[in-house]
Each structure stands twice: as structure tokens, then as C-alpha cells.
């Protein structure tokens, strides 16, 4: 079965400057996505970044990178020049390509606190 | 536009009684899944439909959840003889289908309920 872990349950970063999370996970198969999701407090969560695992390139979304290592199964998120509005908890997502399963394995989250 | 809502947002019952909650996914997506999130962890995923078939269900989804999408639009999850242990945000995502992009899942606001 195919787990997301989260290590850092919480994470603090000072306006302006650049923190990363970190992400591993757990799967036999070759093929899959990988998502973070930002979900503000009393808010709904939406998409940061995407990863496809058959493509080596990072992918960068503005102030949001990841650094995707396959072969160490890792998938950190980088965001750079934090402002007071990247609050939040940040959940990992694993999601297999193909067959019948199309749900989300979330990691339990990491809460980022920017301080001004 | 619109993204997926979610009715109602919060919903307060006494154990026993039967709830529905009702997701409107974004339009041209043809899948729906629905995830409980309790507090502190990540969303566990519940069960999926791609149009009106429910393809794939969690063991998480006991008997007295049942969920439909009957015309492959809106979809409804009831619960039935709610259970203290039911109190849990749940939430209610859509996506199209056809590679990476139109694969992510987009998040409704979600469905708060508290069993007294």
C-alpha cells in the first residue's frame, strides 16, 4: 500500500525568507503524481504545485519549487520569499496513474506559521 | 467559473439521527471523490465516481455511508445512525479525466459536522 509521510508537524519561517518541507513516500509502481495542497485556516484547500513522476524536470509554480528525488522516493517543497498569506497547513498528496484508483493519499500535514 | 461547493457547511446532530450532505462538483469534470478529514490528519479518502459509477470505495466507508451522483452532476453522501466518531470535516473534490492537468483534483470548502 502506497503512504505519504510528513516529518515536520510543524514548520516557522520569517517574512521574506525561503523554508522547505519535506515529503516521502512509499510505492511500488513507476507511474504517479505528486501534489501539494495549501489549506488555510477556516478555508478550502487548493493546489500549489504538481509533479508528474515520469518527468525529471522540478516544477516551479512563481515562489513555489519542489526538489522531486525518485530513487529516494522524495517530493520537498520549497517556497521562497515567504509572505504572511503562504499560513497554512501543507499536505503531500500521492495519486497513481491509471487503474481504477484515482483517490489522493495525503500525508497528516505540515502547519507553516510566518512570522512578520 | 465556479469552483466545487459543498452544502451545507456546517451541520450539528444528535447520535442517531441521519445527515446528507450535497456536493456540486465543477461542471465539466466528470469525476467526484469524497475524503473525511479529522482533525490534525490529512483527508482520508472515502469513495469515487467517475459519471454515475461509483468505481471505487474506502473500508473507511461503512455501511452507513452510502453515497450517489445518480445523473453524474451533483452527488450526495449520507450518513445514517450518526456516531460521535463520524465528527469530521468532510470534503468533497472533482476532476476531470485525460493526463495530469485535467486529473487534479479541485476542493470544495467542505462539510463540518459535529455529532453530540
Known amino acids: 500500500a502506497q503512504t505519504v509521510t510528513q516529518s515536520q508537524p510543524e514548520m516557522s519561517v520569517q517574512e521574506a525568507e525561503t523554508v522547505t518541507l519535506s515529503c516521502t513516500y512509499d510505492?511500488?509502481?513507476?507511474?504517479?503524481?505528486l501534489f501539494w495542497y495549501k489549506q488555510p485556516p477556516s478555508r478550502q484547500m487548493i493546489l500549489v504545485i504538481r509533479?508528474?513522476?515520469?518527468?525529471?524536470q522540478n516544477a516551479t509554480e512563481n515562489r513555489f519549487s519542489v526538489n522531486f528525488q525518485k530513487a529516494a522516493k522524495s517530493f520537498s517543497l520549497k517556497i521562497s520569499d515567504s509572505q504572511l498569506g503562504d499560513a497554512a497547513m501543507y499536505f503531500c498528496?500521492?495519486?497513481?496513474?491509471?487503474?481504477?484508483?484515482?483517490?489522493?493519499?495525503f500525508g497528516k500535514g505540515t502547519k507553516l506559521s510566518v512570522k512578520p | 467559473d465556479t469552483g466545487v461547493s459543498q452544502n451545507p457547511r456546517h451541520k450539528i446532530t444528535k447520535r442517531g439521527q441521519n445527515v446528507t450532505f450535497r456536493c456540486d462538483p465543477i461542471?465539466?469534470?466528470?469525476?467526484l471523490y469524497w475524503y473525511r478529514q479529522t482533525l490534525g490528519q490529512g483527508p482520508e479518502f472515502l469513495t469515487y465516481?467517475?459519471?454515475?459509477?461509483?468505481?471505487?470505495k474506502s473500508r473507511l466507508l461503512s455501511d452507513r455511508f452510502s453515497a450517489e451522483r445518480p445523473k453524474g452532476s451533483f452527488s450526495t453522501l449520507e450518513i445514517q445512525r450518526t456516531e460521535q466518531g463520524d465528527s469530521a470535516m468532510y470534503l468533497c473534490?472533482?476532476?476531470?479525466?485525460?493526463?495530469?492537468?485535467?486529473?487534479?483534483?479541485?476542493f470544495g470548502p467542505g462539510t463540518r459536522l459535529l455529532v453530540l
Open positions: 461542471s465539466e469534470h466528470n469525476r
Open positions: 510505492t511500488s509502481e513507476s507511474d504517479y503524481y
Open positions: 473534490a472533482s476532476s476531470a479525466t485525460g493526463g495530469a492537468p485535467q486529473e487534479t483534483q479541485y
Open positions: 509533479q508528474e513522476a515520469y518527468k525529471q
Open positions: 498528496a500521492y495519486r497513481l496513474i491509471g487503474g481504477s484508483q484515482g483517490n489522493l493519499i
Open positions: 465516481f467517475q459519471n454515475e459509477a461509483q468505481l471505487e
